[in-house]
Every structure is written in C-alpha cells, then in structure tokens.
C-alpha cells in the first residue's frame, strides 16, 4: 500500500520527527515481515533518520549544516534557495526501513525525520508499505 500525509513545518529550517505517523500507517497495513520506505517529492526538504532522544542533535545537524552551506554566498540558482537544495541533496530524499514484527526496526535511538531547509511550508511525504 501507498500512503500520502502531510506535515507543516513551522521553521526556515527544522527536523521535524514523523516516526508515529509511519508507524501508524506500518500498523494499518497489516504487514508484519516487509519494507517501508520513505520518499519526499520536494527539492529544498529532505528525510534522514538519527537521534531521537536528544533534542541537541537536531539543533547540531541544522546549525552545522547551515555553517557548510551559507546563505550569503553566492549562488547560480536566482530563487534565494540554492542552500536549502544543496542540503536537501546531502541530507537524501527517502530512507528504506525493515518491519519486523508488524513494527518499524529502528535503532533505540533513533526517529525519522522531515528535514525542512526552506520553511515554513507544508510538505508532502509519501509511503509505501509491502
Ligand atoms: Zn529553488
């Protein structure tokens, strides 16, 4: 099965945890032994899966990000969002994670993120479940 949601973010940039909404809709499928990915059909956001139980990291992750990618460089890219493409390409646009049984395989530590690089909008992520 295919599902789509939508998730606002309220920042420039910010990780926003998904995890509870894939695994509601891991729950809801019915599978128990398979594949979930995880895919955003933007340009400027991203999904990346890391630590979930500090908050710190996520501020560390946006923070150096934004020190490797300045916004006051000059870019070729005329929007005023060549950084939030650049970090979108490194940061990936899906992720693949097992399910076992019924239940996503995730390390203790970690979520799954939005990686909001050119908010606030609202995104759409979409899942597949087999
Ligand atoms: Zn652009």
């Not at 990780?15 to 128990?32: F, R, W, Y």
């Not at 400027?44 to 990618?69: C, F, H, M, W, Y």
């Not at 300045?70 to 994670?97: D, F, M, R, W």
Request: net charge neutral; glycine share 8%; proline share 5%.
């Amino acid at each position: 099965m295919t599902k789509r949601i939508t998730v606002p973010t309220r920042s420039k940039t910010e990780l926003v945890d998904i995890t509870p909404e894939i695994e509601k809709i891991v729950e809801a499928s019915g599978v128990k032994e398979g594949i979930c990915w995880v895919f955003i059909p933007h340009t400027t956001a991203g999904i990346t899966i890391n630590e979930g139980a500090d908050p710190s990291v996520k501020r560390d992750i946006l923070s150096r990000l934004d020190k490797l990618i300045p916004g006051a460089e000059s870019y070729e890219h005329l929007e005023g969002n060549a950084p939030a493409h650049i970090k979108a390409s490194i940061v990936g646009s899906s992720q693949t994670l097992i399910i076992e049984n019924g239940k996503l395989l995730l390390g203790t530590w970690q979520s799954v993120y939005l990686c909001e690089f050119d908010g606030p909008r609202h995104r759409k992520i979409i899942i597949k479940v087999e």
